[in-house]
């Protein structure tokens, strides 16, 4: 142990049934786990081309298009390299000249930034808002795709997907890396819905998914019919012809594609995304409750509306130190509260995401309580 943190040990009755608090990635149900090693044997280390692996495959993209209720013509994407690697493949096969982005927060900023770099786009419309809030998308008609962040993971800070009045031709992009599977979302008002499985659905990373709507499919036809190059990886017409076959381009993580078919149908089993919803709100009913109450903490996004319920940031006062109560936290066995670092505020970050027991949020606060009383000065 650092000598500059005492321990604090936790009553048993505060700590949670699972410490794992971490925005992403995050908790991983241990019962999902255990199914891959009983899996393991006929499924681990076999071809990604035959029908073991491509039922799982099967079951990810009809479990997603059950999970969002998509309409007939849209169709679940899906490729390697995380949502990263999927705003590069926005790049080559989404965006036809123009985007325009709202910048609220780290991820936003970056999607923003790949396209301001991208040689053969124009430049990107971007607004931005300060951290804490969300710009509002303005119609603007030399754009041809909106691009959203549902909940901007470095803030915590929600915004409403809606197409703007008059955005008529231009699609509708989503950053739902931490939403999907968390928040409610109306597919009629996305064209592409894309997300990554380490956040809402608690599996690795390395994958990104995409919803995308019949507009979408044929934009990416179009690009690719007029004679743009793309690096093949990043290619979506590509994406699209494998994962019509169930299958990737090359060859991706098989345990991570057995943990997502399992969440998928774990939430589905529940009720799907109306039961996952409520299950996030009421740990964030907690949480922000909690810390409203409180007389050294308070929620750091000001408008209820924006606060997100997947992953929550709390400021404290400044003579308690949000480090010092993460890292007694962390003695505990509970991790991964810290704040965003490049926010660099005086803050907890605290992930609620659907397989976090609200009842372990309220351990938490209690503990975090526990704690505070009995920080040396
Ligand atoms: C985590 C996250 C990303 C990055 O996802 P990777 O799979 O690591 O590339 C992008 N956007 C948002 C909103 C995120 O939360």
Redesign the pocket.
Known sequence: MPDHVSSIPLPAELLPSDGRFG??PSKVRTEAVRRLADAAPAYLGTSHRRDGVRSVVGRVRRGLSDLFGLPDGYEVLLGN?????FWDAAIFSLIDQRSEHLAFGE??S?FADAARAAPHLDDPVVIESEPGTHPQPVVDDSVDLYAL?Q???STGVTMPVRRPDGATGALMAV?A???AGGIPVDPTQFDVYYF?P??CFGGD??L?LACCSPAAVERISTIKGSGRWSPPSLDLTIALENSRLDQTYNTPALATLFLLADQVEWMLGNGGLEWTAARCEQSAAQLYGWAEASDYAAPFVADPLMRSPVTATVDLAESISADSISAALRENGIVDTESYRKLGRNQLRIAMFPNIEPDDVARLTAAIDYIVERLPD
Do not use: C
């Open positions: 925005s992403g390299g995380g949502t990263t690697a991820f936003s970056k962040t909940n901007e993971t950053d890396t931490s939403a990554a380490q956040k990373g390395g990104w």
